[in-house]
């Protein structure tokens, strides 16, 4: 491949929860360069968030979109990029980065959880969050049971249905 005419100043990689975009963008004012964030590089292109392109489009699609992005972004910003947390799963962008400088921002589990917190705007957490809060609801539900006297069903129902129904049992 042609060497590109400009080359980021530094590119970060790691997972979500780690910091790119954060670290990104102090790093890019502290070094008075810009900032390059190939998520939203890959929001701008499709014209949608990214959580929609995974529902609308899928994943492949995706990161058809994201492999574009960030080899077009790898030739052309000259200060600060973050790659997506997946991109370097994209053998072609793993070609691309060579001879580049990448900094793997590393993060254990935990810190890697609180970051995201609810996972919002993370598509590949969805299933996550849902798993757990599945696995909170098998766990209490038998006990919010045990200590209940009456129960309401609130599936389907807003929240000044609900409270209609409360007190009709008080
Ligand atoms: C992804 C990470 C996200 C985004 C997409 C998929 C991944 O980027 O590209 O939701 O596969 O880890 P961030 O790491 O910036 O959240």
Redesign the pocket.
Known sequence: AATPAVRPLVVLV?????G??TVGRMLAQAAGVGFR???AD?ETRAGKP??EI?VDDGEAA?REL?RDAVVTALGEHDGVL??????V?TPAIRDALADHRVVFLQVGLADAVKR?GMGT????LLGNVRARVKQLLDERTPVYESVATHVVDTDGRDAADVAALVRELL
């Open positions: 790691g997972p979500m929860g780690a790119k975009t964030d190939t998520d890959v990214v959580s995974f995706f994201e973050a790659l997506g947390g997946g991109a799963m995201v705007g993370r598509p590949l």
